[in-house]
Structure formats: C-alpha cells, structure tokens
C-alpha cells in the first residue's frame, strides 16, 4: 500500500510559481510511474505530467515549457514546478502512482494511488 499526500499549493498571481510536493509512502516508490493530475471545476480530470521509473516525463501540451515534473527517490517525493503560472491552470492537483503506467497514457487504464489532491488557485 502506498499513501501520498500532496502540500505546496495556494494561492498566486498569474505569471507566479509554485512547486508542489507529493510524498509517499512505502519502499517501492522508486518502481513506480508518478503523475500530477489537474481538476478544474466543471471539468474532468486530466493528466499535467508524468515520469517513469527511469526517469522519461511526458507533459500535456497545455504546460510543457512552464511545468517540471521531478522525483527524488531517497526521499519517497515527486515534485511539480510550476512557473508562468496562468489563471486557466486553477485547479485541484492530485498525485498518482501507477506500478505499470505508460507515461503517455497514465489514467487511461486505473491508476494504483491518489492523492487527496491540493488547490491551486491562479488570479489574473
């Protein structure tokens, strides 16, 4: 079983960052495909960015060049820098861990572990 818990989220300008935290749980994380998920009100749950266990990402195209997904595996943490941040990105954000995700179609097939999700809210 793997427990996350997500901090690092609030409240910032457009233009603004922040770089949100995911840790886990367990002894296994490092074998694990982790994701950051957005949900924004009145939408659906969709996939910001992921990274491998060996270290490949991929990036919805809404953020790449602004977010950076990273992991530190001696510390059981994923991380999501976010900067240039814009009032479209608003939304919950929810970690994930995936034993056997694909990173370009993590979600798709049932994800192992969410987190309870943190709230990013961008003014404009």
């Known amino acids: 079983q793997v427990q996350l818990v997500e901090s690092g989220g609030g409240l910032v300008q457009a233009g603004g960052s922040l770089r949100l935290s995911c840790a886990a749980s367990g002894r296994t994380f490092s074998r694990y495909t982790m994701g950051w998920f957005r949900q924004a009100p009145g939408k659906e749950r969709e996939l910001v960015a992921a990274m491998s266990s060996g270290g490949g990402t991929n990036y919805a195209d809404s953020v790449k060049g602004r977010f950076t997904i990273s992991r530190d595996n001696a510390k059981n943490t994923a991380y999501l820098e976010m900067k240039s941040l814009k009032p479209e990105d608003t939304a919950v954000y929810y970690c994930?861990?995936?034993?056997?995700?694909?990173?370009?179609?993590?979600?798709?097939?049932?994800?192992?572990?969410w987190g309870k999700g943190t709230l990013v809210t961008v003014s404009s």
């Open positions: 994930a861990a995936d034993r056997w995700s694909d990173i370009m179609t993590m979600g798709q097939y049932g994800i192992d572990f």
